[in-house]
């Protein structure tokens, strides 16, 4: 059965309700909840989060890495929190949460592990991306790879439910399929949990290169494309020639690097930054 048939029936079965979903974490909920104004008190917020050992680890951990380190270890969840401040906080624990939702049957540990990796080194160097300009969060930056990435997850649920399981579940036959009807899918499950609008779009348009933000400022959402343009350079799908991108024209006339790479990815002391910032979502 050709991709594109395949992809279709794929997001019918879903926008059906044939498929199984995951399920987005009360936590989450709760934590938008408390975090959605200015003055949010970071007591409650300790509080909801330590319901979640492995978000406050993560946290913690995240505090004293190379994005936030400070004078003095960051050893409790409250001082994590007092240095990540609101926003940062918000986004690292999403994502945690987020990361606990890659995993599944026997044959969806083997097609996520892939997603997952490919995933996280996309994370990774968006927010290496982001903390570069002075204009996008880089958690922001990262929590948006994770979700423009979620479609995976809906996409081996029906997989271990199709008739042609032993075809489909191949990992040259997953990442096809993923990368024609994850964003869309992706887009439906962020629709699903009432995620903001501008959220979604910037979820479903994960691989519409020619994509524009609007405004000369760069943002989460072109980050996240240079970040996804960077890691397939070398896959088996790579995308267009990068000066044709938007995002990348706004990076160069921020005078932003460009050599070996952008944001001079490369460098062997941006390599090894890199490898540092992979301790925010961990092994």
């Known amino acids: 059965m050709h991709l594109e048939t395949l992809a279709s ?3 019918h079965s879903l926008e059906d309700r044939q498929i199984r979903l995951p399920v987005l974490p009360d936590l989450a909920f709760e934590l938008h909840d408390l975090m959605a104004e200015q003055d949010y008190d970071p007591a409650l917020v300790t509080q909801a989060l330590s319901q979640e050992p492995g978000v406050t680890a993560a946290l913690v951990r995240s505090a004293n890495s190379v994005l936030n380190r400070g004078r003095v270890p960051v050893a409790t969840l409250d001082m994590a929190i007092m240095r990540l401040g609101r926003d940062r906080t918000h986004a690292l624990a999403n994502a945690h949460l987020l990361k606990q939702l890659f995993h599944g049957t026997a044959t969806g ?3 996520l592990k892939n997603a997952w990796e490919r ?3 996309t994370a990774v160097r968006a927010t290496f991306l982001a903390d570069q300009t002075a204009q996008v969060e880089p958690a922001e930056a990262l929590l948006l790879v994770l979700l423009q ?10 997989i271990d439910q199709h008739e042609h399981i032993d075809e489909l579940g191949t990992q040259v036959r997953f990442d096809a399929l993923e990368a024609t009807a994850g ?3 992706a887009a439906y499950l962020l629709d699903r949990w009432k995620f903001p609008s501008d959220q979604i779009s910037d979820v479903a348009q994960r691989d519409h290169w020619s994509r524009n933000s609007p405004g000369d400022t760069l943002t989460a959402a072109d980050t996240a494309q240079l970040a996804h343009w960077s890691v397939r350079e070398d896959g088996p799908r790579p995308g267009p020639a990068l000066p044709s991108l938007a995002a990348y024209r706004k990076w160069q ?3 932003l690097p460009v050599e070996p790479g952008i944001g001079g990815m490369g460098d062997p002391d941006q390599e090894q930054r890199i490898s540092e910032l992979g301790q925010l979502l961990g092994p």
């Open 9 to 11: 029936e794929f997001l």
């Open 149 to 158: 990435n979620l479609g995976a997850l809906p996409l081996v649920a029906w």
């Open 119 to 121: 995933t996280q080194a």
């Open 109 to 111: 540990k083997r097609l």
């Open 183 to 185: 964003p869309s899918a």
């Open 253 to 255: 006339a921020l005078q």
